[in-house]
């Protein structure tokens, strides 16, 4: 079920399912019944259900925690509009560990930047600067858009040579930068090699919360029918999701 989802990776923090009205209406953290928390990031929900396609947001504190945290979401279907969004909830620590598991130079800094401009992970201090708005200049990148390089200058103020690179399929890029004084010869190729894996692993991640959706789906779709009375109720469904037997 939902709940052992998030178990399956400490990165994953939790699984929320939002109504068109922007009620949650489950949240695995929450005791079953008691009183759920308001619902964030509802921008990115409306876009979701509005789109009919997956979103992911920026960093934002947990509503129960002083924690950060990501969101994933994808729309689920009834009949032929969306009528709610499926939320996997990721914390920041989990994408600072892909970026470490990268095994980068230590003259390399390298992150992961949301649409906005914020950093969601970073290799160096990413407690002080996870949350913040990057470097003026990788924020001027991503509004020109696509894979660049430039000369730039960090957070902590080390002239850099950096390069940017969007990640597919999301609002996401990842962004490295090796500092000048250590530069030698042509590092470009490489630092586009990383960023292609770095970015597959997180669209692995993404994929897992895309195929636990259509589970849930299916599961939601079957609970809207037998309410409308359009499923035989003599006929009990074995739902997978614990939070939906209940229902």
Do not use: C
Not at 6 to 23: E, N, P, S
Not at 39 to 64: D, Y
Not at 87 to 104: E, F, G, K, P, Y
């Amino acid at each position: 079920d939902a709940f052992r989802l998030t178990k399956t990776d400490l990165g994953f923090r939790a699984v929320t399912l939002v109504d068109r009205d922007d009620r949650m209406v489950f949240f695995t953290l929450a005791d079953f019944g008691g009183k759920l928390p308001e619902v964030g990031q509802i921008e990115m929900h409306h876009r979701v259900l509005k789109t009919g396609l997956p979103a992911v947001s920026g960093p934002f504190k947990s509503p129960i925690s002083s924690r950060m945290v990501v969101a994933v979401e994808v729309p689920i279907q009834k009949g032929v509009e969306p009528a709610y969004g499926l939320r996997m909830i990721v914390l920041t620590d989990s994408l600072n560990q892909l970026l470490a598991d990268q095994s980068l130079p230590p003259d390399w800094i390298a992150g992961i930047v949301a649409a906005d401009g914020r950093l969601l992970a970073r290799t160096h201090q990413p407690q002080a600067f996870v949350g913040q708005v990057a470097a003026p200049g990788v924020v001027a990148a991503i509004g020109r858009g696509g894979r660049q390089a430039f000369q730039g200058r960090t957070k902590e103020g080390i002239d850099t040579q950096t390069v940017l690179y969007p990640i597919a399929g999301t609002d996401w890029s990842v962004v490295s930068g090796v500092r000048l004084a250590t530069l030698h010869g042509p590092l470009q190729s490489e630092m586009y090699r990383v960023y292609v894996l770095g970015g597959v692993l997180l669209l692995l991640t993404l994929a897992s919360v895309y195929v636990f959706a259509r589970i849930l789906e299916g599961e939601v779709s079957a609970l809207v029918q037998l309410g409308l009375g359009r499923a035989n109720k003599t006929v009990r469904r074995r739902y997978r999701i614990s939070e939906l037997a209940r229902t």
